[in-house]
C-alpha cells in the first residue's frame, strides 16, 4: 500500500469518525485525529459554587503554578534590574515578587467577584474535542470569553475589569517608574498573554502527561524494549 492511499484510508477513517460523533453515536467525543492527540471524554458541566470560585482564587493566586510564574517573573526582574528602584538583590526580588503576587490576588478577587454577580464561570474549561489547531483556537479565544452559569458563553467582561483595573490601581503602590499609564497598558497586555498561555498549558498538559505516563508504564512492564 503506497503513502497516498495510506493518507486517503486515514482522511476517510478521521471523517467517518468525526461524523459519528457528530450524530451522538455511543456518546462519543470527537478526537484530535488532525495531530494523534486523542483527549478523554470531559465531564458535565456544572456551574460552580462559591466554594469553587474561592478554590479558583486560591489557586490562581498562591497555587503551584502560580508561585512558579512568579519566580521566573521576579527573577527575570532582579536579573535585569526592573523596575531600578528595587535594586538587583535578594531584597529587590522579594519586592518584585510580592508586588506580583498582590497584584494576581487582586485581580483574581476582582473577576471572581464580579463574575459571580455576572453569571461568568472563571474556570479554564478544555475543548476535549478537535485538532490541533482547533483546541489552540478554543484556548486563545477562551482568554477572551467565559462559559457562563447557564452553559453558554459570553464576553470575559469580569476578567477586562479584573485586568485592567488591578493595572491601573497598582499605579498607587508601585515604584514609580512603573507608575504610569503607558506600564500600566503594558501590563494589561501581558495579563492577557499571560491568560492565554495559562489556558494553553492546561489544554495540552494533561494529554502530554498521560502520553509520558503511558510510555513509562510500557518501559516497565517491556524491559527488553530499552
Same mark, same amino acid.
Given at each position: 500500500?503506497?503513502?497516498r492511499?495510506?493518507?486517503?484510508?486515514?482522511?476517510?477513517?478521521?471523517?467517518?469518525?468525526?461524523?459519528?460523533?457528530?450524530?451522538? =453515536?455511543?456518546?462519543?467525543?470527537?478526537?484530535?485525529?488532525?495531530?494523534?492527540?486523542?483527549?478523554?471524554?470531559?465531564?458535565?458541566?456544572?456551574?460552580?459554587?462559591?466554594r469553587?470560585r474561592?478554590?479558583?482564587?486560591?489557586?490562581?493566586?498562591?497555587?503551584?503554578?502560580?508561585l512558579?510564574?512568579?519566580?521566573?517573573?521576579?527573577?527575570?526582574?532582579? =536579573?535585569?534590574? =526592573?523596575?531600578?528602584?528595587?535594586?538587583?538583590?535578594?531584597?529587590? *526580588?522579594?519586592?518584585?515578587?510580592?508586588?506580583?503576587?498582590?497584584?494576581?490576588?487582586t485581580?483574581?478577587?476582582?473577576?471572581?467577584?464580579?463574575?459571580?454577580?455576572?453569571?461568568?464561570?472563571?474556570?479554564?474549561?478544555?475543548?476535549?474535542q478537535?485538532?490541533?489547531?482547533?483546541r489552540?483556537?478554543?484556548?486563545?479565544?477562551m482568554? *477572551?470569553?467565559?462559559?457562563t452559569?447557564?452553559?453558554?458563553?459570553?464576553?470575559?467582561?469580569?476578567?477586562?475589569?479584573?485586568?485592567a483595573?488591578?493595572?491601573?490601581?497598582?499605579?498607587?503602590?508601585?515604584?514609580?517608574?512603573?507608575?504610569?499609564?503607558?506600564r500600566?497598558?503594558?501590563?494589561?497586555?501581558?495579563? *492577557?498573554l499571560?491568560?492565554?498561555?495559562?489556558?494553553? *498549558?492546561?489544554?495540552?498538559?494533561?494529554?502530554f502527561?498521560?502520553?509520558?505516563?503511558?510510555?513509562?508504564?510500557?518501559?516497565?512492564?517491556?524491559?527488553?524494549?530499552?
Amino acid at each position: 500500500m503506497n503513502r497516498r492511499t495510506r493518507m486517503l484510508l486515514f482522511s476517510l477513517c478521521a471523517f467517518c469518525a468525526h461524523s459519528s460523533a457528530q450524530e451522538g =453515536l455511543n456518546g462519543a467525543h470527537a478526537q484530535a485525529v488532525a495531530d494523534g492527540l486523542a483527549t478523554a471524554s470531559l465531564p458535565a458541566y456544572r456551574p460552580p459554587s462559591g466554594r469553587d470560585r474561592l478554590q479558583w482564587v486560591v489557586l490562581g493566586s498562591v497555587g503551584p503554578k502560580s508561585l512558579a510564574a512568579g519566580v521566573f517573573s521576579a527573577g527575570f526582574g532582579t =536579573l535585569f534590574n =526592573l523596575p531600578s528602584e528595587y535594586g538587583a538583590h535578594w531584597d529587590g *526580588f522579594g519586592k518584585r515578587y510580592g508586588m506580583r503576587l498582590t497584584g494576581i490576588s487582586t485581580g483574581n478577587v476582582i473577576e471572581a467577584g464580579l463574575g459571580a454577580a455576572w453569571g461568568e464561570d472563571p474556570r479554564y474549561r478544555r475543548s476535549g474535542q478537535g485538532g490541533f489547531g482547533n483546541r489552540i483556537g478554543h484556548a486563545v479565544k477562551m482568554t *477572551f470569553y467565559d462559559k457562563t452559569t447557564s452553559g453558554g458563553v459570553m464576553p470575559a467582561y469580569a476578567r477586562y475589569a479584573a485586568i485592567a483595573g488591578n493595572n491601573f490601581l497598582s499605579n498607587t503602590w508601585r515604584a514609580d517608574s512603573e507608575a504610569t499609564t503607558s506600564r500600566a497598558s503594558l501590563r494589561i497586555v501581558l495579563g *492577557f498573554l499571560g491568560r492565554m498561555g495559562s489556558n494553553l *498549558f492546561e489544554e495540552f498538559w494533561p494529554d502530554f502527561r498521560e502520553r509520558a505516563l503511558d510510555r513509562s508504564d510500557g518501559h516497565r512492564k517491556n524491559p527488553a524494549s530499552r
